[in-house]
């Protein structure tokens, strides 16, 4: 069997108004043909996360929606581990627009 090396890549946290290590933006990843596998996950305990693979995710134009967490950043929040296949944007939007924005980590394999 052979074997493949595989390299980690965290993408960078505290990016806009984040905080606590958490991303806040919409975009979470460009299109990336090195991608093998990713994982994102919902932070926020007030909100559920809207996940599109695509560009431009709303409340009404998504693919999945991960689950609030139980307490912040403590990794209960929804998951998406996704193994293998999609190359393509991924975008994310909390449920709604106000002051208090969604957070949630995103790491990906390539």
Known sequence: MATKQ?????KPLNTLNGSGGLKTVDAVSAGDNDREYFILR???????????????CTSSDFDIILAKANAAG????????????YKGPISVKDEDNGSDAGSYTYVDFS
Do not use: C, M
């Open 42 to 56: 919902n932070e926020k305990t007030t909100k559920v996360l809207y996940v599109k693979f695509g560009l431009t």
């Open 6 to 10: 595989v390299s980690i890549r965290v």
């Open 74 to 85: 403590d990794g209960t929040g929804g998951t998406l581990d996704q193994p293998a296949g």
